[in-house]
T-cell receptor, first 112, second 115 residues
Framework: DAKTTQPPSMDCAEGRAANLPCNHS???????VYWYRQIHSQGPQYIIH???NNETNEMASLIITEDRKSSTLILPHATLRDTAVYYC?????????????FGGGTRLMVKP | DTGVSQDPRHKITKRGQNVTFRCDPI?????LYWYRQTLGQGPEFLTY????????KSRLLSDRFSAERPKGSFSTLEIQRTEQGDSAMYLC?????????????FGPGTRLTVL
C-alpha cells in the first residue's frame, strides 16, 4: 500500500472548519483513500473513504485532487469532541486481506 | 451494546508470565483483526481471521504470540513469556466484507503493562 504523509499536529477553533491534509504521491490506480480517527483512550473509528471523486457523509467531506496525489479531510464545524488523532490510509482492495496500515496521523486539537 | 468488546481492559503482569486477551466481534462480522499500538504511534497490524481461518500474520507476531478464533466467533490472543517490550494497547477490530468498504469497527482495546 502507498505511504501517506500528514502534519503531526493542527489546531482548530471550535465551530470553524478543520481541514486536514494528506499526501499520497505514490498512490496506485486501484488504491482508495480512507480516513479513521482515534479519540483518546478509544479504538480508531472509520470516517470516510474515496477513490477519485469527492465524498461527503454525516461526519465529514473528503476532497481528492484530480491527480489523486493528495487529499483533504474537512470537518465543516469542528467541536471539542472532534479532538483526536486523524489517520489517512491508502489501501488497495483485494480479497486476500484488508488490514489497515496506520502512519503517525495528525493530532487535531479543537480549542474553544 | 452491539459493538466490539474486549476483555480485560487493563492487564498488569510480570515479565515471563503468560497473558490471554479476548475479543468479541460484532455478531454478523466474518473478519476479525488484531492490532498493537504503542504510545504515540498508530496501530500496527498483527493478524486477521476470516471466519475461523487465520489468513495472515504480521512479522511482528513472534512465536510467543498465538491467536485463535474457534468457530469463527470470539477470538483470543495469547502472549507467552511476556517481555517489557510487549507493553502496548492491543486492539481488536471486526468487519463484514461487502464490496470495497470493509469498514473495520474497533474495540476499546486491552492495555497491557509488563513489569
Amino acid at each position: 500500500d502507498a505511504k501517506t504523509t500528514q502534519p503531526p499536529s493542527m489546531d482548530c477553533a471550535e465551530g470553524r472548519a478543520a481541514n486536514l491534509p494528506c499526501n499520497h504521491s505514490t498512490i496506485s490506480g486501484n488504491e482508495y483513500v480512507y480516513w479513521y480517527r482515534q479519540i483518546h483512550s478509544q479504538g480508531p473509528q472509520y470516517i470516510i473513504h474515496g477513490l477519485k471523486n469527492n465524498e461527503t457523509n454525516e461526519m465529514a467531506s473528503l476532497i481528492i485532487t484530480e491527480d489523486r496525489k493528495s487529499s483533504t479531510l474537512i470537518l465543516p464545524h469542528a467541536t471539542l469532541r472532534d479532538t483526536a488523532v486523524y489517520y489517512c490510509i491508502v489501501r488497495a482492495y483485494n480479497n486476500a486481506g484488508n488490514m489497515l496500515t496506520f502512519g503517525g496521523g495528525t493530532r487535531l486539537m479543537v480549542k474553544p | 451494546d452491539t459493538g466490539v468488546s474486549q476483555d480485560p481492559r487493563h492487564k498488569i503482569t510480570k515479565r515471563g508470565q503468560n497473558v490471554t486477551f479476548r475479543c468479541d466481534p460484532i455478531s454478523e462480522h466474518n473478519r476479525l483483526y488484531w492490532y498493537r499500538q504503542t504510545l504515540g504511534q498508530g496501530p500496527e497490524f498483527l493478524t486477521y481471521f476470516q471466519n475461523e481461518a487465520q489468513l495472515e500474520k504480521s512479522r511482528l507476531l513472534s512465536d510467543r504470540f498465538s491467536a485463535e478464533r474457534p468457530k469463527g466467533s470470539f477470538s483470543t490472543l495469547e502472549i507467552q513469556r511476556t517481555e517489557q517490550g510487549d507493553s502496548a494497547m492491543y486492539l481488536c477490530a471486526s468487519s463484514f466484507l461487502t464490496g470495497v468498504l470493509d469498514e473495520q469497527f474497533f474495540g476499546p482495546g486491552t492495555r497491557l503493562t509488563v513489569l
